[in-house]
């Protein structure tokens, strides 16, 4: 069976599906991406480049509707390669997400093909009516390949929530899953970003910022400045991933000493290289906003052998108290402070000495030896 995988990134999101259905040898599986990790190959998968739009270039600014018509020029100049690729290759299953406007083409170019299509919104509200102009218009936009497509599916039940209601039946929840070939604990040069680089036999503890929202973050940015206080060894990162809560962090760093400043670092996104380093050289990766389903950056950091400290999680959930994280306090930015320095002073409890690998699952997405039947909404054409 031949499977052509449509992603931005490569190995990206698809990497570990990519691996396991080339491993059968009855499958060929092609990867089709704008950019590639470094360094990064996946045994029996051919590469693609699709190269990017460089006749637009956008103002700085742009509302819903010049987002979506920008999408479809862009798609629209890169359907020739589409049906290139289609003639030479022919695949019976196309799974893509949404980058740049092409895959709202996919389903006219391989009209042979069962389509399954990855349905969510990377580091946005925890709501639809938080969501910024650019957010709004890559859902619509999912939206309409959701429909197009015969299998759509989200990693957790809030990117399927942020749908309108009458889609969300059609979008399947795929289990929580990472790439432990890659994230994994080992030696590295520690991490380092811009100016950045803890000094050696410093206590590092990571911050996941991307869903705070502006009352929970400025509970944490009393925690953040507490800690430097009552651990003059402690260094931290706190990752935003386009968080505009990030303002409030910077005008409280800026006036900061320089003495305190330096042992701070605010990030937004990281190079997939400085992103591993991080959860390696973590002592505790702090998570303080509570979640139905763990992201992968949770997972990847409990993987690369962090400590993950958050909020108690539901009896039944994939993340237990004590076995494969630490509970992080739902009080005021007191209790929390004692509960990450009593953590930092038993390097004991911390996740390299009881860490529990975690797995990927490959539930719901091998391919039959035959195109099952239609398990959402029904494919289309534009």
């Known amino acids: 069976m031949r499977i052509l995988f449509f992603h931005k990134n490569f190995p990206g999101r698809f990497g570990f599906m990519a691996a396991h259905l080339a491993a059968n040898p009855e499958h060929e599986v092609l990867f089709a991406s704008c950019h590639q990790r470094s360094g990064a190959a996946v045994p029996r998968v051919r590469r693609v480049i699709v190269k990017p739009d460089a006749a637009r270039r956008p103002p700085r600014e742009e509302n819903y509707a010049q987002i979506w018509c920008g999408a479809m020029l862009s798609g629209k100049s890169r359907y020739t390669f589409l049906e290139r690729l289609n003639a030479e290759f022919r695949p019976h299953w196309v799974l893509s997400s949404a980058f740049g406007g092409i895959s709202f083409f996919v389903p006219r170019a391989f009209p042979q093909a069962f389509h399954v299509f990855y349905a969510g919104l990377e580091h946005a509200p925890r709501t ?138 605010l990030a937004d996104f990281l190079r997939p290289g400085e992103y591993r380093d991080l959860f390696r050289a973590s002592a505790i990766h702090v998570c303080a906003e509570a979640r139905p389903s763990p992201p992968p950056g949770w997972l990847e950091a409990m993987s690369c052998g962090a400590a993950l400290m958050m909020p108690a999680p539901a009896a039944d959930a994939l993340l237990k108290p004590g076995e494969n994280m630490l509970p992080f306090p739902s009080g005021g930015w007191e209790e929390q402070l004692e509960a990450v320095v009593e953590a930092l002073d038993q390097p004991d409890r911390l996740g390299r000495h009881w860490r529990r690998r975690p797995q990927g699952y490959r539930q719901g997405l091998e391919p039959a030896s035959a195109c099952p039947p239609a398990c959402g909404p029904a494919a289309g054409g534009i």
């Open 128 to 265: 639809a009516e938080g969501l910024s102009e650019a957010k709004k218009a890559e859902l619509a936009m999912q939206g309409m390949q959701a429909l197009q497509s015969r299998l759509c599916f989200a990693f957790c039940e809030e990117q399927r929530n942020l749908f309108p209601e009458v889609l969300r039946p059609a979008v399947r929840l795929m289990t929580p899953w990472v790439d432990t070939d890659w994230m994994r604990p080992g030696i590295s040069a520690g991490f380092q970003h811009g100016t950045f680089t803890p000094a050696p036999g410093s206590e590092l503890v990571s911050f996941d910022m991307q869903g705070a929202a502006a009352a929970r973050a400025s509970s944490l940015l009393k925690l953040a400045a507490a800690l430097l206080g009552a651990r003059p060894s402690c260094r931290m990162v706190l990752c935003f991933g386009g968080n505009p809560v990030r303002g409030m962090f910077e005008a409280w760093h800026g006036g900061l000493p320089e003495s305190l400043r330096r042992r701070v670092c």
